[in-house]
């Protein structure tokens, strides 16, 4: 699971990311068009640069093996998003934007035949560190969500638990090559943050109570250098979209799951607190599948 860490409705820049921005040369925030270059290039020096204080900030919560879908705390193990346990035994399962990659190791330990995908080598670095430790090894493949390379038909299941799909400029790209590698009936199922989260300052206090943007701007979110170069991009969605994202690339909407906070879960990740939790959601789980 990934973090964003800075959501596009605050241009406050949070000290937890300073030697990463500092690395980067991030000098300003800006709200404009980036294409899918810029974007490529900015995410994966981005994750690259910030896979260890990202791995030390949340390691412990993600664990070396375990499915967490969100900073709610929502497990594969209770919630089978994807499938009742006895399917994951012996299924071709794709994970995009796998990070440090957790869940796929808890994926092989089910059975799963598990394939890890991320963008950061600094990220699968992480991950192959956590293979010795663990002996699960899911086959490991850095690329970008948009153009898989993995032949068609090749998976029962597609995940991904906020993994990719926010830093890339089209959500129909990336569903239409999780079609492609799917095969027939096959489950996709991904979380992101909830779009509504995109209107308030990215502040788990109550600053982050008052709305400040306009959850109809799809104006991406950019951090850049001095020259206006991207060292982050994120994007922003409505539920809509991805709704209509979806039906456009051959898949059928099953769920969509908005987790509520927990009670006695206290922990405060990035944006994520108990004081908005019990407020308004801060994750979309999508279930969905490919329907021919």
């Known amino acids: 699971m990934s973090e964003t860490p800075s959501a596009a409705g605050s241009a406050a820049r949070d000290p937890r990311y300073a030697d990463t921005e500092r690395a980067l040369g991030t000098a300003r925030v800006a709200y404009r068009t980036v294409g899918s270059t810029e974007a490529e290039r900015a995410s994966l020096a981005w994750w690259d640069a910030d896979s260890d204080t990202y791995l030390d900030e949340h390691g412990d919560f993600l664990g070396d093996a375990d499915f967490v879908w969100c900073p709610e705390g929502v497990r594969e193990q209770q919630a089978r998003l994807l499938g009742p346990p006895d399917t994951l035994a012996g299924a071709d399962v794709l994970e995009i934007g796998c990070g440090s990659a957790p869940c796929a190791r808890w994926l092989a330990a089910q059975g799963a035949t598990a394939v890890a995908l991320d963008l950061s080598a600094g990220m699968l670095r992480h991950a192959r560190a956590a293979e010795r430790r663990t002996g699960l090894t899911p086959a490991l493949v850095q690329a970008n969500a948009e153009a898989l390379p993995l032949r068609d038909d090749t998976f029962d299941v597609a995940c991904s638990s906020f993994g990719a799909l926010m830093f890339v400029p089209s959500l129909e790209t990336v569903f239409s090559e999780v079609a492609r590698v799917l095969r027939p009936g ?67 909407l099953l769920d969509l799951v908005e987790p509520e906070w927990p009670e006695g879960h206290t922990r405060v990740w990035g944006q994520w607190s108990p004081l908005r939790g019990k407020l308004f959601p801060g994750t979309a789980i999508f279930r969905t599948e490919r329907t021919s």
């Open 186 to 252: 096959g489950t996709w199922v991904f979380s992101v943050t909830h779009p509504m989260r995109w209107i308030f300052p990215d502040d788990p206090g109550p600053t982050g109570l008052t709305a400040v943007e306009p959850y109809f701007d799809r104006t991406p979110y950019v951090e850049q250098d001095e020259t206006g170069t991207a060292t982050y991009v994120e994007y922003h969605r409505t539920l809509g979209d991805y709704v209509r994202a979806l039906t456009s690339t051959g898949f059928r």
